[in-house]
Nanobody, 114 residues
Framework: QVQLVESGGGLVQAGGSLRLSCLASGTIFSSDVMGWYRQAPGKQREMVASITTSGVTNYADSVKGRFTISRDNAKKMVYLQMNTLKPEDTAVYYC????????WGQGTQVTVSS
């Protein structure tokens, strides 16, 4: 069983930065892919970024060049550095881990004011 706990959300002005963190508990396997999703009010949850154990990353087009995902396998942590934030980045951000099933954190709110 895996549990994920996010932290680091908050309120920031447009153009600012935030760093989200996600701590995983339980056994993490080399094949596990970890990532970040977000869900804005009235919208479907969407993928933001993902990263494999070996560091291969994937980003949504809307965040390329602004967001950076990283991972510390020894600490069972995954991070999302968000720069040049825009009001449209406002959402609840969820950490996830994909294996035979998908695990989700409880989410952390990110609000970007204009």
């Amino acid at each position: 069983q895996v549990q994920l706990v996010e932290s680091g959300g908050g309120l920031v002005q447009a153009g600012g930065s935030l760093r989200l963190s996600c701590l995983a508990s339980g056994t993490i396997f080399s094949s596990d892919v970890m990532g970040w999703y977000r869900q804005a009010p009235g919208k479907q949850r969407e993928m933001v970024a993902s990263i494999t154990t070996s560091g291969v990353t994937n980003y949504a087009d809307s965040v390329k060049g602004r967001f950076t995902i990283s991972r510390d396998n020894a600490k069972k942590m995954v991070y999302l550095q968000m720069n040049t934030l825009k009001p449209e980045d406002t959402a609840v951000y969820y950490c996830n881990l994909v294996r035979f099933e998908t695990y989700w954190g409880q989410g952390t709110q990110v609000t970007v004011s204009s």
